[in-house]
């Protein structure tokens, strides 16, 4: 049974940050790609980075510079360092494993910056 399974969440003042894990489990083979996406309240789920088997990085505009992703496809674990954070960084983290055209999701975790 495939999981995947988010960590790392808090609370934390704005200017803070935070380090969020990722762990997929039970795939036949490594997952082709490994994301983060957000859901803020009243708001759509956003893509916030993704990055490939062989380290290829994608960002959201509004994140580069303050957030970073990186991969440890040995234990199938991907790794999102925020920084800077702010209010509206706020919102329910998740993450995405894809495997071909098969989608995976976590459960996400909580992120609040505090003013």
């Known amino acids: 049974q495939v999981q995947v399974v988010e960590s790392g969440g808090g609370l934390v003042q704005a200017g803070g940050s935070l380090r969020l894990s990722c762990a997929a489990s039970?795939?036949?083979?490594?997952?082709?790609?490994m994301g983060w996406y957000r859901r803020a309240p009243g708001k759509q789920r956003e893509l916030l980075a993704g990055?490939?088997?062989?380290?290829?990085?994608n960002y959201a505009d509004f994140v580069k510079g303050r957030f970073t992703i990186s991969r440890d496809n040995a234990k199938n674990l991907v790794y999102l360092q925020m920084n800077s954070l702010k209010p509206e960084d706020t919102a329910v983290y998740y993450c995405r494993a894809s495997l071909g055209a098969t989608m995976f999701w976590g459960q996400g975790t909580q992120v609040t910056v505090s003013s």
């Open positions: 039970g795939m036949s083979f490594d997952p082709d790609v």
């Open positions: 990055i490939t088997s062989d380290g290829r990085i």
